[in-house]
């Protein structure tokens, strides 16, 4: 069985200059196509408390409004022929165990394990998520909240194990009761069409549909990433939200303030990392 391995400081700055390769380069392809992005997540706490990378973070996120995210699927898909950057998003052809679109970069290799038994380009990755409109009433975004745990489920093919025995039970069953992977498909488009019926642009409220259940629960203003606004990054200037300190307080409360020493560490459990190695 093969174990988690521990990367070192010296290490993890090495990845994170690597990362930082993608960024630059998904940057400059949106510019091309004049598509709105924003860092997301720990990438802007890491912008305004560090002017970059967070010290012990091993990853890059980036949000799109949802008509800027599908658009760039299809751009990239009909005009992006490098082969040192892929987008992987799982559709009819291919299948990621992620329900977000991923960069990733194939002059490394690094393997997630929980991506260790999927059959696509272990590389570099960098996360792209849309971001949706939130309906006005409670009964509709209650059910906008359904399907997305419907479309999640059936995407990724993952039993949610962190929201209790009963969550779990239920996500078991309905795999079981569909194990063809086609039918499952038909399922997630179905709940997908119906979770992002609410336009980003129109809608007081927007809300990360395909982050977990924890951030689809959040409702951010719209107002708050109505138009971005550019920060240091590693040296360079990179967009983020207008109102980066709403969202940031909504989604992790008091950003400025440094978590405990123990939880200072990289978040995802790596089985492989070679920075030197092409992953095909």
């Known amino acids: ?144 909240y359904y399907h997305a745990m419907m479309y999640s489920l059936y995407m990724t093919e993952v039993v949610p194990t962190n929201h209790g025995k009963f969550v779990k039970l239920i996500g078991s069953i309905l795999l079981k009761l569909v194990p063809s992977r086609q039918r499952r498909t038909k399922i997630w488009k179905k709940h997908e069409r119906k979770m992002t019926r609410y336009s980003f642009n129109t809608h007081e409220k927007c809300t990360e549909l395909c982050a977990g259940p924890h951030y689809m629960m959040n409702e951010y203003p719209q107002r708050a990433f109505a138009d971005v606004i550019y920060h240091d990054f590693e040296g360079m200037q990179f967009p983020i939200p207008q109102g980066y300190d709403t969202y940031l307080k909504m989604a992790f409360g008091n950003y400025m303030e440094l978590p405990p020493e123990d939880k200072q560490v990289p978040h995802h459990d790596l089985l492989a990392l070679d920075l030197n190695k092409p992953c095909r």
């Open 1 to 144: 069985m093969s174990e988690i391995i521990h990367i070192d400081r010296e290490t993890l700055r090495q990845l994170q200059q690597k990362e930082l390769e993608s960024l630059i380069y998904f940057d400059k392809f949106c510019k091309e196509y004049e598509l709105k992005y924003f860092l997301l997540g720990g990438c802007v706490i890491g912008a305004i408390r560090h002017n970059g990378f967070i010290p012990w973070d091993d990853d890059i996120d980036v949000m799109m409004p949802r008509r800027d995210y599908e658009r760039m699927l299809r751009l990239w898909k009909t005009y992006e022929s490098n082969e040192r950057f892929l987008m992987l998003n799982t559709d009819g052809d291919t299948f990621t165990g992620n329900c977000f679109a991923t960069l990733v970069d194939t002059s490394a290799t690094m393997v997630k394990e929980n991506q260790k038994d999927i059959d696509v380009p272990h590389g570099i990755v960098t996360d792209v998520f849309p971001l949706d409109g939130c309906p006005d009433g409670k009964l509709q975004r209650y059910m906008q």
